[in-house]
């Protein structure tokens, strides 16, 4: 029930084209629902972030799309860049603890 | 403000030896969890401390362990080194008191068991 699903594992977009991730999870507890970014060793940074009293947050060319019933949330990536490669991760977490993080996808933008 | 701040950021070690990594969070940040990353398992959870108190703790052996000091700055010890521990271990703080409060990650410290 702490598991959080991610898809794809890997995923190859053109530039300029929408890059689209999805997670999913079981545990309704979780409250806060974050989305990492990780270059090569580096550590991950946040990304942008959503709450379920929202269906869906964008920031710049990220957005969060959040369907509480389907517990279910995904990452769009509009006008997709080569600076973009780098590896996704969701994750997902109660009242600011125990935060379950998906096993990552591997973007990369071809120029 | 300073981010997190892991030291060191690599390590060389063989196998059984013991190390110990550091790891200082944001300030005002309670709380520090600690990750191994490897190319096949992803972010798996170590442990958090929270005030000085472990809080949470993930499925990894004994010989990993942790503590964190009154001013919230972390240490993780690993002892008897394996070469499946070599990995990136990463460190988070966050407040962790209310929701949405998120965690903030620091570099990593790259250790490699020889």
């Known amino acids: 029930q702490q598991q959080v699903k991610q898809s794809p594992q890997s995923l190859i977009v053109q530039k300029g084209g929408i890059s689209i991730i999805n997670c999913a999870y079981e545990?309704?507890?979780?409250?806060?629902f974050p989305w990492y970014q990780q270059f090569p060793g580096k550590g991950p940074a946040l990304l942008i972030a959503?709450?379920?009293?929202?269906s869906e947050k964008k920031e710049g060319r990220f957005t969060i799309s959040f369907n509480k019933s389907a517990k279910q949330f995904s990452l769009h990536i509009m006008d997709s860049q080569p600076g973009d490669s780098a590896t996704y991760f969701c994750?997902?977490?109660?009242?600011?603890?125990?935060?379950?993080f998906g096993p990552g996808t591997r973007l990369s933008v071809l120029p | 403000k300073a981010g997190v701040t892991q030291t060191p950021r690599y390590l060389i070690k063989t196998r059984g030896q013991q190390v110990t990594l550091s790891c200082s969070p944001i300030?005002?940040?309670?709380?520090v969890s600690w990750y191994q990353q490897t190319p096949g398992q992803g972010l798996q959870f170590l442990f958090e401390?929270?005030?000085?108190?472990?809080?949470n703790k993930g499925n990894f052996p004994g010989r990993f362990s942790g503590r964190q000091f009154s001013n919230s700055r972390s240490e993780m010890n690993v002892s008897t080194l394996e070469l499946g521990d070599s990995a990136l271990y990463l460190c988070?703080?966050?407040?962790?008191?209310?929701?949405?409060?998120?965690?903030?990650f620091g570099p990593g410290t790259r250790l490699t068991v020889l």
């Open positions: 988070a703080s966050s407040l962790a008191v209310k929701k949405g409060d998120t965690q903030y």
């Open positions: 545990n309704t507890a979780f409250d806060y």
């Open positions: 959503i709450r379920p009293d929202v």
């Open positions: 994750a997902a977490s109660n009242y600011g603890q125990n935060f379950v």
């Open positions: 300030s005002g940040h309670r709380s």
């Open positions: 401390y929270f005030s000085e108190t472990q809080r």
